[in-house]
DNA sequence: ACCGTGACCCTCG
DNA sequence: ACGAGGGCCACGG
């Protein structure tokens, strides 16, 4: 069982199945690869998708419901969150138990 | 096979 | 309640 590469794999899988117009956090989508203590390493995957990529990153936050990238990234992240009708509280940050996967 | 890296998160003061 | 500090661990070079 888990082979090289499967880590990568687990991840996108999960992300891909993430619903337009919910978003889920770095520690949820490590847990739910089986590496509970891989949260890092979901963001290190998500940095190095190949460019074109149809994948969902966008719906992937920190734990606080907000966007952990910076400058022009952090807009386009914010951005399409915007467009998926998501909505940013008064401190810049998403609220999980309304918008959140399992809502 | 080792080593630096980091889109995170938890634990303590 | 909150911030700094450090552990974490898969990946790429």
């Known amino acids: 069982m888990n082979e090289p590469g499967n880590f990568n794999q687990r991840v996108y899988h999960i992300v891909a199945a993430i619903p ?42 920190n734990r606080h419901g907000g966007i952990s990238l910076q400058g022009e990234d952090f807009q386009r992240q914010r951005q399409a969150l915007l467009s998926e009708g998501i909505l940013f509280g008064p401190d810049s940050a998403i609220d999980l138990s309304r918008f959140g996967w399992k809502g």
């Open 20 to 61: 337009e117009g919910r978003v889920t956090t770095y520690g949820e989508v490590a847990r739910l690869a089986g590496s509970p203590r891989a949260a890092r390493q979901v963001g290190g995957v998500l940095r190095r998708l190949p460019e074109g990529s149809r994948l969902p990153w966008h719906r992937v936050v």
